[in-house]
């Protein structure tokens, strides 16, 4: 068990999910991973006993004054005990809400050209729907590119999207990092129609126009996505995988999941446990300014895999995510490693 301080968290500010009920209207929950929170932890009232202070709110707004001063309060707890603290900054577009230097911020959405040296990257929520094992595929002659998931949007939206991406683009010719931010419905599109264009990959795309991982926008009975979804990444090779709305993807740790090998557009990610993880042996990384190439960068994996290696890749992935990227593995990891560390800050 981990013995952690966690305050009582600030007035007016949304907690991190683990200690609350998840919202109604968030979809397929049945095979979530423990809460870490509540099966490997001992809140403990004396800081001097803990290994660690967590501050148990969710701060996707920039921090009001209030806010600034309940973290440097526990921050300068921390300096006086030798304690790490710890808060969460979990959303899409999160990456530029600033904290007190001295504290690690655990985000889903980072950015390597302006993540601070005590950001971390932590995977997204997602089900473990292979508890009881993965299928292995064979080689076959071209291998299978598969998405189903929110790849358009409906009318007015597009033309949103479009506008916002057209800024980005603009402010690109300053900075070239702006690309970057584009929404991931066009990084799918470009990788989709680049693969859908190429002799080197067959495909299967289940393209739809809302976000089904919500009640309020899912456009199919919720049974029916999620089958085809699961479906969809069981039955393909490879899984087109690009950013949200914010910098990461749901998709990425849900193909590894299920032991299948996602196609990252690499739009300066920053992914989690980077220097525990080898990457390059279980996923396609292809760099933003080359996403039309795609079907190429999944030709140069593959080929170079004998029917053995890549069999044995597809267990690499699956046993990747069940050690280090289910939700509570990637805590147990990260706690085990900065409790430690000396933190004389």
């Keep these: 068990m981990f013995r952690l301080y966690i305050p009582e968290p600030l007035a007016d500010v949304p907690v991190a999910h683990w200690f609350e009920p998840l919202p109604e209207h ?59 603290v710890c808060a969460f900054s979990l959303g899409d577009f999160t990456d530029g809400v600033l904290f007190d230097p001295r504290v690690y911020v655990l985000r889903f959405s980072l950015y390597t050209d302006t993540a601070g040296p005590r950001d971390i990257s932590i995977p997204g929520l997602t089900e473990d729907n292979a508890k009881s094992g993965i299928t292995v595929r064979s080689k076959q002659e071209r291998p299978l590119v598969s998405f189903c998931g929110m790849g358009d949007l409906p009318g007015w939206r597009s033309w949103l999207l479009h506008m916002k991406n057209l800024g980005f683009e603009a402010r690109a010719l300053l900075n070239k990092h702006w690309r970057a ?51 969809s990444i069981i039955n393909s090779d490879f899984v087109i995988a690009p950013k949200g709305d914010g910098n990461y993807s749901n998709r990425f740790f849900k193909t590894l999941c299920l032991g299948r090998i996602p196609v990252l557009t690499d739009t300066n990610v920053v992914l989690p446990l980077e220097d525990v993880i080898d990457y390059a042996l279980i996923a396609v990384r292809v760099p933003m300014d080359r996403v039309r190439e795609t079907p190429a960068y999944i030709r140069e994996f593959y080929d170079a895999l004998t029917n053995e290696e890549w069999e044995q890749r597809q267990r690499l992935a699956r046993a990747t995510f069940e050690k280090y990227l289910r939700q509570d593995s990637f805590l147990r990891h990260f706690f085990t490693k900065i409790l430690q560390k000396p933190h004389h800050i």
């Design 181 to 231: 931010r584009k929404l991931g419905v066009y990084w799918r599109q470009v990788a989709m129609r680049a693969c859908s264009r190429s002799p080197l990959v067959d495909t299967h795309f289940i393209v739809r126009k809302t976000f089904s991982g919500s009640s309020r926008t899912i456009e199919l009975d919720p049974a029916q996505a999620r089958t085809e979804y699961l479906d």
């Design 26 to 84: 968030v979809n397929y929950t049945k095979e979530l991973p423990p809460n870490f929170f509540e099966t490997e932890v001992e809140r403990v009232s004396d800081v001097s006993k803990a290994g660690a202070i967590v501050l148990p709110n969710n701060f996707k707004k920039p921090l009001t004054p209030e806010a600034r001063a309940y973290v440097k309060r526990y921050a300068d707890l921390g300096e006086r005990k030798g304690k790490p």
